[in-house]
């Protein structure tokens, strides 16, 4: 090997370890979670882009998208007062999941952060066993 191609593999495998030890370190962060719920239920996802320390960053106004790869388990609503947040309501029980993304290059180019919420939708299930018993009567013949 040359000396070129020894250095691009160090340098390959150096970005590769950056990248498994800290993602933010290329500037590519997939965020997921995982939601379990029923048929006919709700709940809002509120996204807050975080800069490598942890803390709130800013990103370029205007550029959350939001998707599912199911519209027959999953509606998705838009918050027409905050970008970053939506509401997801369950339609039928299933898998599916809700993509989120923005630019959090503020300037001319475009660097996607993302975000997967994995929705399990289950069937409704018994969860208490009600009991009732009627009002006492008098035996006809008792022994």
């Known amino acids: 090997m040359t000396l070129l191609a020894v250095a691009l593999v160090v340098a390959f495998l150096w970005l590769l370890h950056s990248c498994l030890v800290n993602p933010y370190s290329a500037g590519i962060a997939i965020t997921t979670m995982n939601v379990d719920m029923k048929v006919g239920q709700f709940f809002e996802l509120d996204f807050n882009p975080l800069d490598r320390k942890g803390n709130e960053a800013p990103i370029e106004s205007g550029t959350y998208l939001f998707s599912t790869d199911r519209e027959d388990i999953l509606e998705l609503v838009l918050n027409g007062e905050d970008e970053s947040k939506v509401k997801v309501i369950s339609k039928a029980t299933g898998s599916a999941i809700v993509y989120a ?21 289950l069937e409704e299930e018994a969860v208490e066993l009600g009991l009732t018993a009627t009002e006492p009567q008098d035996v006809e013949n008792p022994s």
Do not use: C, P
Not at 101 to 121: H, K, P, S, Y
């Open 101 to 121: 993304q923005v630019d959090a290059d503020r300037g001319e180019g475009v660097r996607t952060i993302e975000a997967q919420v994995t929705v399990n939708v």
